[in-house]
């Protein structure tokens, strides 16, 4: 009988205004770690030293400025594998990945199934393994990421895929969104208990300095209207708000990013 993957211990370091890098801790060698998205570099170097820290790896799951930024001066730091999506506007690079295959990194202890996971970008990609998900800019607590080049199909499929993950696994996004994500969720849902209870949650450990993240998919399929677009609820306050009747739940999804865009 094989033994159950290790969990994962994963610290956050936050950028810019409200990114987070988050550094997964090699369940073999926990002086060593691996960066997922690592948009600036100095922050991540500084919690390197202040932990005494070597930087193992790269995992990067789309392409823009605010998460593979930090890659150049990373690397300066010895000679580390940088592992993507096949997209030629990464160009540091080392490995490509692509849908349903393994990122494995053995001498790390830590093996990634890769889900293919297009709308934020068509290229995007999601890494899942040892009960935890790093998922970039395409779920996020309460909400998801805009589609930048991609469909309402594409994205609202990529949301199912997540959707249909263990419902204990752990969400590590890329950015500090929840509360303004709660605000519209509660817009669409007023009477979400579940949303509802998050949000205090939520405001407290904001109010504390903590991060509200990682989430669970068990609470994104409770909290999160873009994970509901079968929910009867949400599909009435989607076509309330598109003023027509909607076909399917692709539709559903359409208007609601549509409707976040431009919520304030």
């Known amino acids: 009988m094989s033994k159950p993957a290790p969990h994962l211990n994963v610290h956050p370091v936050r950028a810019f205004s409200d990114n987070y890098v988050w550094l997964i801790e090699s369940p073999t060698r926990p002086s060593e770690v691996v960066a997922v998205d690592p948009g600036e570099a100095a922050p991540v170097v500084a919690e390197l030293t202040r932990r005494n820290l070597r930087l193992a790896a790269i995992l990067l799951t789309h392409h823009h400025p605010d998460h593979i930024g930090g890659v150049p001066d990373l690397l300066r730091l010895g000679e580390i594998p940088v592992i993507g999506p096949d997209d030629g506007r990464i ?12 990122c494995d990194l053995s ?61 204990e696994t752990r969400m590590f996004c890329g950015h500090e969104y929840t ?42 399929i409770r909290v999160n209207p873009f994970l509901r677009c079968d929910n009867p609820a949400v599909r009435r306050a989607a076509e309330a708000h598109a003023g027509r009747s909607l076909q399917d739940p692709a539709e559903v999804f359409g208007v609601l990013r549509a409707w976040k865009d431009q919520f304030r």
């Open 107 to 167: 001498d790390l202890g830590l093996s990634f199934e890769i889900l293919h996971v297009p709308g934020h970008t068509v290229s995007h990609i999601a890494f899942w393994g040892h009960g935890a998900l790093f998922c970039g800019d395409t779920l996020f607590s309460a909400g998801c990421g805009r589609m930048f080049e991609g469909t309402p199909e594409q994205m609202n499929a990529s949301l199912n895929r997540l959707r249909d993950l263990p419902p």
């Open 179 to 220: 509360a303004a994500n709660l605000r519209f969720a509660l817009t669409v849902e007023p009477a979400n208990d579940a949303a509802l209870e998050y949000q205090e949650s939520v405001r407290r450990v904001r109010a504390a300095g903590e991060p509200s993240l990682p989430s669970t998919i068990s609470s994104e």
């Open 91 to 102: 160009a540091s690079r080392t490995r490509t990945v692509r849908n349903q295959e393994r």
